[in-house]
């Protein structure tokens, strides 16, 4: 399992992996899978243990995302 966090634009999935790299959360950006859509065509995935941290980091530094999954 894995969790993938899709964004309205370029500049908010950098803002996502300046701070999950700096808080040293395993993850990456990844062009959104096809089965799922964001405006910006990429997104941040990682572990399904991350998502707590990811959700955490968004919250305190206000980072607009698209959506959340979960996906095997």
């Known amino acids: ?3 993938v ?3 309205h634009t370029t500049h908010n999935v950098l ?3 300046k701070y999950a ?3 040293k959360i395993e993850g990456r950006i990844v062009p959104v899978p096809r089965k799922l859509s964001a405006s910006c065509g990429l997104a941040w995935s990682g572990p399904m243990e991350t998502k707590e941290q990811l959700l955490e980091i ?3 530094h206000q980072i607009d995302y ?3 999954y979960e996906l095997e």
């Open 66 to 68: 698209d959506k959340i």
């Open 5 to 7: 966090v899709t964004f």
């Open 58 to 60: 968004i919250e305190k």
């Open 15 to 17: 803002t996502m992996e």
């Open 21 to 23: 790299k700096q808080a």
């Open 1 to 3: 399992m894995k969790i």
